[in-house]
């Protein structure tokens, strides 16, 4: 059967501008408006748990910094992030990505005096500026992984552009104890709301920390 050559070049450049427009469009989606994820692990329980899926919101960053109290996916100080031309087409596009990112919550914020304290009843609480921070979101005060030599549980001072943070579940969760503080260059995105499963929809409001 003889091919159509005129038909078939025309075909083609269709083509190619359809999958060129779509990835453009999903790269400018993720990069200013912002993506899904699914949640891997335990380390934000109660508020998420395995399995469900989340909209990272990242238009937020051009306008209003991280706060306390933010639910926030970024990518671990421990990891390198490549540089090369095909790692960054999967970062922005999501196809084929690798990189590790974590998702916990924003404690301390620059310019703060933190400091995790353990009670005589074996209770830990987290002090921001020498005042205990009220948490209804984590698992338990006695539900904590025990401070030891060379974890990051102060008295400290927050740097300039970097966050203190840490999972809900602070008996299972590798988070600022352990690794210091996450630059700012480093955040992904801020979770909004929970979708699926159906049965657990909910929108993440902001946690009141009264003064």
């Given at each position: 059967?003889?091919?159509?050559?005129?038909?078939?070049?025309?075909?083609?450049?269709?083509?190619?501008e359809?999958?060129?427009?779509?990835?453009?469009?999903?790269?400018?989606?993720?990069?200013?408006?912002?993506?899904?994820?699914?949640?891997?692990?335990?380390?934000?329980?109660?508020?998420?748990?395995?399995?469900?899926?989340?909209?990272?919101?990242?238009?937020?960053?051009?306008?209003?910094?991280?706060?306390?109290?933010?639910?926030?996916?970024?990518?671990?100080?421990?990891?390198?992030?490549?540089?090369?031309?095909?790692?960054?087409?999967?970062?922005?596009?999501?196809?084929?990505?690798?990189?590790?990112?974590?998702?916990?919550r924003?404690?301390?914020?620059?310019?703060?005096?933190?400091?995790?304290?353990?009670?005589?009843?074996?209770?830990?609480?987290?002090?921001?500026?020498?005042?205990?921070?009220?948490?209804?979101?984590i698992?338990?005060?006695?539900?904590?992984?025990?401070?030891?030599?060379?974890?990051?549980?102060?008295?400290?001072?927050?740097?300039?552009?970097?966050?203190?943070?840490?999972?809900d579940?602070?008996?299972?969760?590798?988070?600022?104890?352990?690794?210091?503080?996450?630059?700012?260059?480093?955040v992904?995105?801020?979770?909004?709301?929970?979708?699926?499963?159906?049965?657990?929809?909910?929108?993440?409001?902001?946690?009141?920390?009264?003064?």
């Amino acid at each position: 059967m003889k091919i159509d050559k005129k038909k078939f070049i025309a075909g083609l450049k269709e083509t190619v501008e359809t999958v060129v427009f779509v990835v453009v469009m999903v790269i400018i989606i993720r990069f200013f408006i912002g993506e899904i994820r699914w949640i891997p692990s335990a380390s934000m329980h109660p508020t998420l748990i395995e399995g469900d899926r989340i909209f990272v919101e990242r238009f937020s960053r051009f306008y209003r910094a991280p706060e306390r109290g933010d639910i926030i996916v970024f990518y671990p100080p421990s990891e390198d992030i490549k540089t090369d031309i095909l790692s960054i087409f999967s970062r922005l596009t999501g196809f084929f990505c690798k990189d590790i990112a974590y998702i916990k919550r924003v404690i301390g914020v620059p310019g703060d005096k933190l400091e995790i304290k353990e009670h005589v009843n074996g209770d830990y609480e987290v002090y921001i500026n020498d005042k205990p921070l009220n948490e209804p979101y984590i698992m338990g005060a006695d539900d904590y992984i025990p401070c030891s030599d060379g974890m990051f549980c102060g008295p400290m001072t927050v740097p300039e552009g970097q966050y203190f943070m840490m999972g809900d579940n602070r008996g299972n969760s590798q988070d600022s104890r352990f690794w210091g503080f996450l630059p700012k260059e480093r955040v992904i995105g801020r979770a909004v709301f929970l979708f699926w499963p159906v049965t657990r929809i909910k929108y993440f409001k902001h946690p009141d920390y009264a003064d």
